[in-house]
Every structure is written in C-alpha cells, then in structure tokens.
C-alpha cells in the first residue's frame, strides 16, 4: 500500500526555522515528484513546493520563495521542507503528496499531515 | 502564475440530488491538466479526478468530470450523505495551483 507519513511539525517562534519529513512507502520513491501542500486554520489548500524525481528540479510558491528549501533522499525514500525565517501567516498544517509522474502530475497520494504553529 | 476561481462558494443540496460545481482559470490550463480533490474535516485531501476527466481509482461513478481550456466542472450525478464535503480544482499544467474551494452542504 502507497503511504505517506510527516514528521517534524510543531510550535516555532517568529523568525525560526523548521524541518518537515515525509516518509514514503509502498512505492518507487525515485520514480514520482514530491511536493507539499499546506492548510491554514479554517483556509484552503495552498501549493508550497515541488521537487522532480531526481531531486535536480524545485519549485516554490510565490508566499515560501527563498525561505524554504525542498530537497529529497531517494536511498532514504524521504522529503524534506526546510523552513527558515518563519512567519505566523506559516502556521498551517503542512501535507505531503505524491505526484502522479516524475516530474509533475495531479497529487494522487497524501499523508495524514503536520502541523506547525509559529507563534510567540 | 494561474489563478483558479471556483462557484459556488456553497452549494446546499439533499441526497439524491446533483451537483454542478465549476472553476475557471485565468489562463488555459496546458494539456487539460486539471485535477479534482474531496476533503473532509479533519481527512487529508482525496484526489478524485485527473486529466480533467479520469476517475481515480476507487471513485465512484456517481462523480464525473470535464471541461477543457478555461472551463472546468464537476458533477456528482446523485448526492450519496459521504459526498458532503468541501471540493477543491487544481491545476497541473503549470506548476500547481489550487482554487479556493466549494463546499456542498446539506440543504
């Protein structure tokens, strides 16, 4: 069975940093784009980042751009998501999806997800 | 960057009945990427469909999509009391995105 499984979330200070995992199992890691989705309390799904198969192609929203950081392990079949510089508008809960291709796709499977809270 | 507009915001309905929700892009969406997603309170998202058209598996086919361009909808043909939820469009053609949502709500 295809999983996903995050780790890593919790409460933050304003200005501090973060790191995600997402553990994947039940299929080829190597072979699908990653990427992670996050939903602020009582918002919508907001697409943060995206990372091809290889790990060589990232992607990033306009709001994360140049404070988080995506990259991956494939011998590890994990994602990871640095977050640095985190702001309150941050907190949400954070969920990591599978993409239907290697490079890009609809996002077929989901972890449960977790959540950050940035806060003082 | 595309945009997605979705309506209704709301849509109260009884069982049985069906469900027409839309959403439209800002641009055309490249090849028809365009993907449908279920959530629950408290559940992760769950894709429902891909490539504007293709149920993903395990859905129903009560729930059917289609569009093409800038246009997209989809319809549930008969509400089932599983189905109220909160319904999301997304695109894939261009990195990702996501529209802001319709919720169907028990009438």
């Known amino acids: 069975e295809e999983q996903l499984a995050e780790s890593g979330g919790g409460l933050v200070q304003p200005g501090g940093s973060l790191r995600l995992s997402c553990a994947a199992s039940?299929?080829?890691?190597?072979?699908?784009?990653m990427t992670w989705v996050r939903q602020a309390p009582g918002k919508g799904l907001e697409w943060v980042s995206g990372?091809?198969?290889?790990?060589?192609?990232?992607y990033y929203g306009d709001t994360v751009k140049g404070r988080f950081t995506v990259s991956r392990d494939n011998s590890k079949n994990t994602l990871y998501l640095q977050m640095n510089s985190l702001r309150a508008e941050d907190t949400a809960v954070y969920y990591c999806?599978?993409?239907?291709?290697?490079?890009?796709?609809?996002?077929?499977?989901w972890g449960q997800g977790t959540v950050v809270t940035v806060s003082s | 960057e595309i945009v997605l507009t979705q309506s209704p915001g709301t849509l109260s309905l009884s069982p049985g009945e069906r469900a027409t929700l839309s959403c439209r892009a800002s641009?055309?969406?490249?090849?028809?990427?365009f993907a449908w997603y279920q959530q629950k309170p408290g559940q992760a998202p769950r894709l429902l469909i891909s490539?504007?058209?293709s149920r993903a598996t395990g859905i129903p086919d009560r729930f059917s999509g289609s569009g093409s361009g800038t246009d997209f909808t989809l319809t549930i043909s008969r509400l089932e009391p599983e189905d109220f939820a909160v319904y999301y469009c997304?695109?894939?053609?261009?990195?990702?995105?996501f529209g802001p949502g319709t919720k169907v709500e028990i009438k």
């Open positions: 990372i091809g198969g290889g790990g060589d192609s990232t």
């Open positions: 039940g299929f080829t890691f190597s072979n699908y784009a």
């Open positions: 490539a504007t058209s």
């Open positions: 997304q695109q894939y053609g261009n990195l990702w995105t």
């Open positions: 641009q055309s969406v490249s090849g028809n990427y």
């Open positions: 999806a599978k993409a239907s291709r290697y490079s890009f796709g609809a996002f077929d499977i």
